[in-house]
């Protein structure tokens, strides 16, 4: 037979048909890894317990391989698991980026931000502006909420980054970086901190502010007593401009608020505070753009 006949022939071998994996499995892997169990990424992906798990019965037969374990009531990854994890964020990146790139009449995904008061008062407006210049199409989900709450929010999948206030430990799958400090300092009517006894108008625990005054009081072995308490911030602040009595929050909210800050010598220095922002690993590059925003805004 001849050489070409051969070539011919050849055209008509049999080939091994390549295999897929189908990116919603992966993106449902990825949610569960990052969540941390299944009943989290629930929240995250809007599937039932049952159809997660149906999806990763599918995607191990996909691969012929274990990608969970069971210890006791959790899920742990399996060698290939933790390998399985960087291929599928990669594939996801790149499809994501496909789909913003070339993609038509697609709505994109939402970024949920979480922010404390003292931003959203503040550096916010300026920020979604210069945002909505660079991302026109870009949708946004903003809540503002105390910085427990919000990192609450954040472990349970529901924020794609947090600005909050005073640092609160790593996270799963996130980074959070220092982006600026901030002075504490008392707000109110100057004339109350002469008061032997201080009243006081605080957030309700857990507060990194009420904290820190009720330390530096007692140090002091100041007198005081709590006249009104929320959880509300917009509440302490009536509370303040009231003359209830006087608080504790950053320069930067009392300034923009229009409050008087006091700097009577009978009133114990209140420390500095740091500004972190939590952000996801493998955000979309608009909401790294977002969080690269927020991060210069808050340091300013």
């Known amino acids: 037979m001849s050489q070409s006949a051969h070539s011919s022939a050849g055209l008509f071998l049999p080939q091994r048909m390549a295999r897929n994996v189908p990116t919603e499995l992966l993106r449902s ?27 990763m019965k599918r995607l191990e037969d996909v691969l012929q391989q274990k990608l969970f374990r069971r210890d006791g009531r959790r899920l742990i990854l399996t060698p290939i698991g933790e390998e399985l994890v960087n291929y599928a964020r990669q594939l996801l990146a790149l499809n994501d980026r496909i789909m913003s790139t070339l993609g038509q009449d697609s709505e994109p995904e939402p ?54 206030l005073g640092q609160h430990g790593d996270r799963s799958g996130a980074r959070w970086d220092i982006v600026g ?5 008392w707000i109110g009517d ?36 709590l006249v009104l308490e929320t959880p509300n911030l917009p509440a302490m602040r009536a509370g303040v401009r009231g003359g209830l009595g006087i608080s504790c ?10 409050l008087p800050t006091i700097t009577s010598d009978t009133l114990p220095t209140v420390p500095e505070i740091e500004t972190i922002l939590v952000r996801r690993n493998h955000l979309s590059d608009a909401a790294n753009d977002l969080g690269d925003l927020l991060a210069v805004a808050a340091g300013g």
Do not use: K, N, W
């Open 181 to 185: 400090r901030d002075s504490m300092a």
């Open 190 to 225: 100057p004339g109350i901190a002469e008061q032997a006894e201080l009243p006081l108008v605080l957030l309700e625990p857990p507060c990194r502010f009420r904290d820190a005054v009720l330390r530096v009081l007692t140090q002091e072995r100041r007198d005081y007593r």
């Open 29 to 55: 892997f990825v949610a569960i890894v990052e969540a941390g169990s299944m009943a989290q990424a629930t929240e995250t992906i809007f599937l039932t317990q049952s159809a997660l798990s149906l999806q």
């Open 249 to 258: 929050r950053t320069r930067r909210f009392a300034m923009a608020e229009g």
């Open 111 to 164: 970024i949920s931000v979480g922010m404390v008061q003292d931003f959203a008062d503040t550096i916010l407006p300026d920020v979604l502006g210069q945002f909505r210049l660079a991302h026109p199409r870009s949708r946004l989900v903003v809540r503002v909420g105390g910085s427990a709450e919000l990192l609450e929010m954040f472990d349970r999948s529901r924020l794609d980054m947090v600005l909050c």
